[in-house]
């Protein structure tokens, strides 16, 4: 009757240890990784965005890794190769003959922040629109200093 | 849209734009010099090449994207030949700072615009002396809107041109480019033709496409 009660209690134990060896495995952590998307968007002077253009991404040695065309917004998406950390995107308007573009994202020198801002590292149109004039108002000016400076030879 | 960008026409052909290109600026400059000073020229030049240079970044929008203002027509009837290297300087700036067009294209491109500019003088000029009227502000007007559009409509036939050189796979580029353009025409028609029927009121001698008539 002894040895019964004891075996009994052991086998309790030993459901009871099984239980709490599950509970301490239900707890253990599991890391998944998804890489997401690098996102690119084309966009013409003057914040129009650049649809239907057809999109090549390369690699870093020139292969072409993916290929595309824009939607609406001008947004094109594609996963990163592992391993890789330097694309060349090369957007191409198509319906607009005279408009293509190239931009390299380089994965291990862009910084998250600035990478969520997009390509847009070039100057705002305002100054390069200013920039125009300068020249314009420096090679009138250059030429007249060369006109006057023949004329006074004279 | 007329501006061709880098890496799309073949060599031949950008090499002979550039050839082209660099022997009407000669020439045009040449035939500045013997017609008088260009000195006087240069603030009216510079004023057009920045009108120029930034017509470009007018857009409107045309179904799925936007084409913008070319305004060659107006640089011909206002600059006369100099309309020619007027045009090469600002697409140069144009290509550097907006990117529009390419480098190695700009032989090409400035023949696609430029030369329309030569052809709008050649018809405000022949218009002007051929068409007797009383009232020479709206004849020029109307004669400028005309050659205003057709230089226009020259320009994109000629890139198209140029894209036609390129074979298959670019009949649906040159489509749109053509369709597109339309309100183009239309719009740079009105523009020109107000334009110089106001400077004709104005200011007369700005115009150089009415070789000396007075207004």
Same mark, same amino acid.
Request: no cysteine.
């Given at each position: 009757m002894k040895g019964k009660l004891v075996f009994g209690i052991l086998a309790v134990l030993l459901v009871l240890s099984c239980l709490s060896i599950s509970g301490v495995s239900a707890h253990r952590l599991h890391i998944v990784h998804k890489i997401s998307e690098i996102e690119i968007e084309a966009y013409f002077g003057g914040n129009v965005a650049c649809r239907d253009a057809d999109v090549k991404v390369y690699d870093k040695d020139g292969n072409l890794y993916v290929e595309g065309k824009t939607d609406d917004e001008g947004k094109f998406s594609f996963p990163p190769k592992i391993g890789v950390d330097s694309y060349t995107v090369v957007v191409d308007a198509v319906h607009m003959p005279g408009h293509k573009a190239e931009a390299v994202i380089n994965l291990s020198q862009e910084t998250a922040g600035t990478s969520a801002g997009g390509m847009g590292t070039e100057m705002p149109l305002y100054t390069r629109t200013i920039a125009g004039f300068g020249y314009l108002i420096g090679l009138a000016g250059a030429a007249m200093l060369y006109m006057s400076w023949k004329l006074k030879k004279k | 849209m007329v501006h061709i960008s880098d890496g799309i026409l073949s060599l031949p052909v950008l090499a002979a734009g550039w050839v082209i290109t660099i022997a009407l600026i000669a020439v045009a400059l040449w035939w500045g010099k013997r017609k008088g000073s260009i000195v006087e020229e240069i603030p009216k030049l510079s004023v057009m090449t920045a009108a120029f240079f930034v017509a470009s970044l007018i857009h409107i929008a045309v179904g799925p994207t936007s084409v913008h203002l070319i305004l060659s027509g107006l640089m011909g009837i206002i600059l006369g030949i100099l309309a020619y290297p007027a045009i090469f300087i600002g697409l140069v700036l144009q290509a550097f700072l907006? &990117?529009? &067009? &390419?480098i190695t294209v700009l032989g090409v491109n400035t023949i696609d615009m430029g030369v329309p500019a030569l052809v709008a003088y050649g018809i405000f000029k022949a218009g002007n002396k051929l068409i007797p009227s009383e009232s020479l502000a709206g004849k020029a007007g109307l004669i400028g809107a005309l050659a205003g559009g057709i230089a226009v409509a020259l320009a994109v036939s000629f890139t198209a041109g140029m894209l036609f050189t390129l074979g298959k796979g670019y009949e649906w580029a040159i489509k749109a480019l053509i369709l597109y353009h339309i309100p183009i025409i239309v719009i740079e028609t009105v523009i020109v033709g107000s334009v110089v029927a106001f400077l004709v009121k104005v200011k007369p001698e700005l115009i150089e496409g009415l070789g000396g008539e007075k207004g």
């Open positions: - | 907006f &990117g529009h &067009g &390419g």
